[in-house]
């Protein structure tokens, strides 16, 4: 059994249809992370209002484990960048 080899118009239309794609992808991350920063704002709110402090290092860890766990070093990266932007100015 041979490998067809798509035409160049085939593969430009495939990776522009790909890119829509990643494209719609980065859009409901970019969401994602908007409301994430959202709620993550309302905590730290709502523990200082209560007298506790703004951050949870406990809970960090946990964010960074499962960001590793799923996503390798790069995915603790990752989670690191989400947590700093979520505690806003220490």
């Known amino acids: 059994m041979t ?9 430009d239309e495939r990776i522009a249809e790909l890119r829509e794609e990643i ?5 409901e991350i970019i969401r994602l992370v908007q409301r994430r920063l959202a709620v993550s704002q309302q905590i730290g709110e709502l523990r200082q ?3 506790g402090t703004r951050l949870s ?3 960090e860890q946990q964010v960074l484990s499962r960001f590793q766990a799923e996503l390798g070093r790069d995915g603790a990266t990752l989670g690191m960048m989400l947590l700093r932007q979520g505690r806003g100015r220490l």
């Open 23 to 27: 494209d719609t992808c980065d859009a």
């Open 49 to 51: 209002s209560t007298g």
């Open 57 to 59: 290092l406990s809970r």
């Open 3 to 11: 490998a067809t080899i798509p035409t160049a118009p085939a593969a």
